[in-house]
């Protein structure tokens, strides 16, 4: 591994507190960077930041809410006046809402579409702006396998991770001449805290082992997303920009008909 690919780098990152953006971040210090972490809850992104601090890295932390234009403006021009610069934005934050279709809250919809799509968006223009001014840089949205095939009464999810596609391709496209690279990380089911949570003790060990849906019959872990997210925000990735890297140990490879055919 190459430990220094991001000395004297700066890194803005949403959703650091916990999960696939506080692995994401640890790597990024561990490789050199200085990391400004983003979430709601300070006193999370606060300890995530200390205790990368007490590692020998260096990150700081600042608490906002990515749907919020006027919050997203205040964490920007924070990582501006602290880094003076800003080389990579991480846009990892995002919520979920489990209801059917036909009786999707309004609500919901709109907290889910305006933190996972809206969300990105305001940082992606924001921080662009920035790198537009400081000579370029690279960012990496974290979609979902669920932007290529559905998950079940997930309709806001779904629709918020398949908009990031979009999103990415055009910021790729209308970005390319100001040195900017924009891609996507879709992972799989990956085993943080919050799937644990979601599924239950013995279903996550269930995924975690033996899972037969995944070729490689487990979830990845946070630190196997984390590799790909660096992989592309470095300069390894250097041509490349617009493109999705799926990580989900086979999992859309696999259109898993034969295996639910009916025996006979
Ligand atoms: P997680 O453990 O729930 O962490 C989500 C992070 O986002 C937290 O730090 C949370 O902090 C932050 N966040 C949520 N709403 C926010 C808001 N409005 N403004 C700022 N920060 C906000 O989630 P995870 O499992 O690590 O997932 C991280 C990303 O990967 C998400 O975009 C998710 O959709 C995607 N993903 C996850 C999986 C999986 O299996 N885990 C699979 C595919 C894709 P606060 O709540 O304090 O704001």
Redesign the pocket.
Known sequence: MAADRFKEKTVVL?????????ATARRFAREGAEVLL????GS??DAVAADIGAGGGKASAFA????DPAAVDRAVEAARDRFGRIDVLVN?????HDSPFLSFPDDAWQRVIG??LT?SFLMAQRVARVMTETGGGSIVH?????AYGADGNQVA?NAS?AGLLGLNRTMATELASHGIRSNVV?????A????RQYVGDAMYEYMTKDFDRIPQRR?AT?EE?AAAILFLASDDASAITGSELTVDGGTTANLYIVETLPAG
């Open positions: 949403s959703g650091g507190g916990r999960g696939i953006g506080e983003i979430a709601r809850t999370e992104i906002a809410d990515v749907s990892c934050a995002g919520i979920d933190v996972n969300g974290i979609s979902s396998i669920d999810y991770k879709s992972p799989g089911y990956t943080t805290p919050l799937t979830m946070p997303i």
